[in-house]
């Protein structure tokens, strides 16, 4: 996050101006919908990046529909004037789009990240960061700050991590309960 990029409210809005077609369901194998490898190379080629790959294709064709969608909606934010003019940002566009999204894919649905402003700033932060970039007039810590407190995945990660630590506590009151029963029974029947 090093360099500066576009500003912040021009991503949200584009996010929030989304078609719906890059909300339906992507062509999955021989069948109709979206078809995604082919929005991905044309953004690829418009960015000056290298074209697609078969093997990359491919990895657009099959899989998880949420995860598809996801790719289409960064796929029309990347499509923005800024990012088109900027230039030497397509391998990593290629990464992005390729893998570095897989992880929000359980987290959440492909249509919030149009319709829900949190939502809209994360995937436009997660896109910057992949790029090595930040909103603009924003410093590196902001930034990153920023993204870090919008983070599904990470909030995700969190809500897990205290739900196991409650159920382990819950165990631990269980237990002292039982010993605490069983030592008042015993002190019974000594009496």
């Not at 983070?151 to 010993?179: N, T």
Request: hydrophobic fraction near 45%.
């Amino acid at each position: 996050m090093s360099a500066d990029g576009p500003p912040l409210p021009l991503l949200l809005r584009r996010l929030a101006e989304c078609p719906p077609d890059f909300l339906a369901p992507p062509r999955l194998g021989d069948g109709g919908g979206v078809h995604v490898a082919a929005v991905v190379a044309d953004l690829l080629c418009d960015l000056g990046g290298p074209p697609l790959a078969a093997a990359a294709a491919a990895g657009f064709e099959r899989g998880e529909p949420n995860r598809l969608r996801i790719v289409l909606v960064a796929c029309w934010l990347l499509h923005d004037e800024w990012f088109l003019r900027r230039g030497g940002i397509g391998g990593a566009v290629a990464d992005l789009l390729g893998r570095g999204l897989d992880e929000l894919t359980a987290v959440v649905a492909a249509e919030r990240f149009v319709t829900d402003p949190d939502r809209r700033e994360e995937l436009a932060r997660r896109v910057l960061a992949a790029l090595g970039l930040r909103p603009a007039g924003e410093g590196e810590e902001q930034a990153r700050d920023r993204l870090t407190s919008l983070d599904s995945v990470e909030l995700r990660r969190v809500i897990a991590a205290s739900q196991e630590a409650e159920r382990r506590a819950r165990e631990v009151r269980e237990a002292m309960r039982k010993k605490a029963a069983a030592e008042a029974a015993a002190s019974y029947g000594r009496e």
